[in-house]
């Protein structure tokens, strides 16, 4: 099986934009499509981003996704930081036996 | 709008069974793509447990696959976890969660509030 591998955490000044990277340890990225979970203190997770690059109705479009073979790497790019941005963000994709793998989890701080 | 809310005991001693259920409102349980528990222990990240389809089909995250079973109760409308011999390891908020529309990816839409469940003798 593989495994996701996200930075433990990243911090950014408001209105600033910042990049989360997810790397795929084996097998191709683009194999499985990657989601992106926000998920603040006691509270669940809520979508951000599905099938690489796609945002739920109601996430604003500051939210962006994707994914470069080059690198194996999905991207969660926040664009025009604001404080409810903070959080914790985990990308998530599965395996061709319908295994669900999650990363690791980034703190993002903004301030 | 689907809603889930999982409930069961708050404390379990160790060696013993954790049961929780979920119950689903807004949607029949038994039309869904399919459910599944995720777990998050203190200060930790995520952990898929595992997952039941339309079909009754379950898969199972395979460091807990010897001591899981996910199931459903159309009857109740709710689908429920078991996980056996628990150790202090097992203290977690345990989600539930589910996807209504089939689709190609493997993910979550839907999710619950979550329940903490402390392993401890």
């Known amino acids: 099986n593989f495994i996701l591998t996200q930075p433990h955490s990243v911090s950014e000044s408001p209105g600033k934009t910042v990049t989360i990277s997810c790397t795929r340890s084996s097998g191709r990225i683009g194999s499985n499509y990657v989601q992106w979970f926000h998920q603040r203190p006691g509270s669940s997770p809520t979508t951000v981003i599905y099938d690489d690059d796609q945002r739920p109705s109601g996430v604003p479009d500051r939210f962006s996704g994707s994914i470069d073979s080059s690198s194996n790497s999905a991207s969660l790019t926040i664009s025009g930081l604001k404080t409810e941005d903070e959080g914790d963000y985990y990308c998530?994709?599965?395996?061709?036996?319908?295994?669900?793998?999650f990363g690791g989890g980034t703190q993002l701080t903004v301030l | 709008q689907v809603q889930l809310q999982e409930s069961g005991p708050g404390l379990v001693k160790p060696s013993e069974t954790l049961s929780l259920s979920c119950a689903v409102s807004g949607h029949s349980v038994s039309s869904a793509y399919f459910w599944g528990w995720i777990r998050q222990s203190p200060g930790k990240g995520l952990e898929w447990i595992g997952s039941?389809?339309?079909?009754?089909?379950?898969y199972y995250n395979p460091s807990l696959q010897s001591r899981v079973t996910i199931s459903v109760d159309m009857s109740k409308n709710q689908f429920s976890l078991n996980l056996r011999s628990v150790t202090a390891a097992d203290t977690a908020i345990y989600y539930c969660?589910?996807?209504?529309?089939?689709?190609?990816?493997?993910?979550?839409?839907?999710w619950g509030q979550g329940a903490l469940v402390t392993v401890s003798s």
């Open positions: 969660a589910g996807k209504i529309a089939v689709a190609l990816r493997v993910s979550f839409d839907d």
């Open positions: 998530q994709s599965y395996d061709d036996s319908n295994h669900v793998i």
């Open positions: 039941i389809y339309n079909t009754g089909t379950t």
